[in-house]
């Protein structure tokens, strides 16, 4: 049965190096039967590849990408080179329409988007069986610095979930009996954004919803990201950035 790791942003190009062999040297053990999960800011689909209005229809690159277009190519052929398969849910930094453009198919039970053969997107509101384990997904969150952002060139309003991401959501909750393993999302509830003092403060649709479902989702443990750092908030509640945990 495969190995499971969790850890936070990476951010594209600027947080990857934890995963570095010099930081990460258990990868070297690893298989493609293992999985790195990121949870949120992955960053690496926002120029898009150097074919891709051709791979993938509709998808028009902004003109202030166009000079940019094929860096992407670069860190998605460095995760398929891993001896792992990467998983990672989005986060608000993430180019959101060139994400929704990829093929959506079913895998371990829940759908995703395949961006290469090991390197996967966990859709919202999804629940998946990964070696052994079951996972309740939901990305997105508030970037808190859109203001110095231009939209649909680094922020896309579809940061935060549609209603219909909320609702398969609770569908896909109520098909598991409202029991799973584990919890992974970019940012937090509300209720646990209050134990933090942290530069994401704000209490919005997203950190509400997640709050509701505390006391009706059983789960042994939840990881979230966002928040740039690593701490233990409470028994069931983790944020992680730098580090890399073995479930």
């Keep these: ?10 951010h594209g190009e600027n947080d990857i190096g934890k995963l570095n062999t010099r930081l990460f040297p258990i990868q ?14 992955f960053g690496v689909c926002w120029y898009g590849g150097s074919n891709i209005e051709q791979t993938n229809p509709g998808y028009e690159i902004p003109p ?13 052929d460095w995760y398929e080179r891993k001896n792992f398969t990467t998983l990672f849910i989005d986060g608000n930094h993430e180019n959101h329409k060139l994400l929704n453009t990829f093929a959506v198919e079913r895998w371990h039970g829940g759908l995703v988007h395949r961006i290469r053969p090991s390197v996967i997107h966990l859709m919202r509101g999804q629940v998946y069986e990964i070696a052994g384990s079951t996972f309740f997904t939901m990305g997105g969150a508030s970037s808190v610095d859109r203001m110095h952002r231009l939209e649909d060139v680094s922020w896309w309003s579809a940061e935060l979930p549609s209603n219909e991401e909320y609702e ?14 584990y919890v992974l999302t970019h940012c937090c509830g509300s209720n646990v954004l209050c134990q933090m003092r942290t530069h994401h403060p704000q209490s919005d649709k997203l950190t509400q919803f997640l709050m509701s479902l505390e006391g009706r989702l059983e789960y042994k443990m939840w990881y979230f990201g966002h928040h740039h750092i690593d701490r233990q908030v409470d028994r069931n509640h983790r944020a992680l950035y730098e580090d890399v945990v073995e479930l």
């Design 64 to 76: 202030r990408h166009r000079s940019y277009v094929g860096k992407d190519d670069y860190l998605l």
């Design 28 to 41: 070297k053990q690893l298989t493609k039967d293992d999985y790195v999960i990121i949870v949120g800011d």
């Design 168 to 181: 398969q959501a609770l569908d896909n909750l109520d098909q598991c009996g409202w029991k799973v393993d």
């Design 1 to 10: 049965m495969g190995r499971i790791f969790i850890t936070g942003d990476t």
